[in-house]
């Protein structure tokens, strides 16, 4: 069982930043796979970024190419998203997921969930 608690979450005007953090419970950190997806109001919930165990891969939505990055810190069992030039379809709940298979991207197939941050860009 992985337990995942994002926090970082908030207001921010368009073209900010913020980092948003995810601190997973357990030993086997490194073992999964990590992702974080976004949901807005009347919106299915969608792929963002996502990264390997080790750290080496990563993986990003096209809309969000360029402008945020997915890191993580095995020792810290901690994996971050940094958003820069945010907008204000930008604007969701974010969710970390966790899982150990090789599907990153598709909601469905990932295997815990965080209980989500909240992101408002306004413009």
């Known amino acids: 069982q992985v337990q995942l608690v994002e926090s970082g979450g908030g207001l921010v005007q368009a073209g900010g930043s913020l980092r948003l953090s995810c601190a997973a419970s357990?030993?086997?950190?490194?073992?999964?796979?990590m992702g974080w997806f976004r949901q807005a109001p009347g919106k299915e919930r969608e792929f963002v970024a996502a990264?390997?165990?080790?750290?080496?891969?990563?993986y990003y939505a096209d809309s969000v190419k360029g402008r945020f990055a997915i890191s993580r810190d095995n020792a810290k069992n901690t994996v971050y998203l940094q958003m820069n030039s945010l907008k204000p379809e930008d604007t969701a709940v974010y969710y970390c997921a966790a899982n150990r298979g090789q599907s990153i991207m598709t909601p469905r197939l990932m295997d815990y969930w965080g209980k989500g941050t909240s992101v408002t860009v306004f413009s």
């Open positions: 357990g030993r086997t950190f490194s073992t999964y796979s």
């Open positions: 990264i390997r165990g080790s750290g080496t891969s990563t």
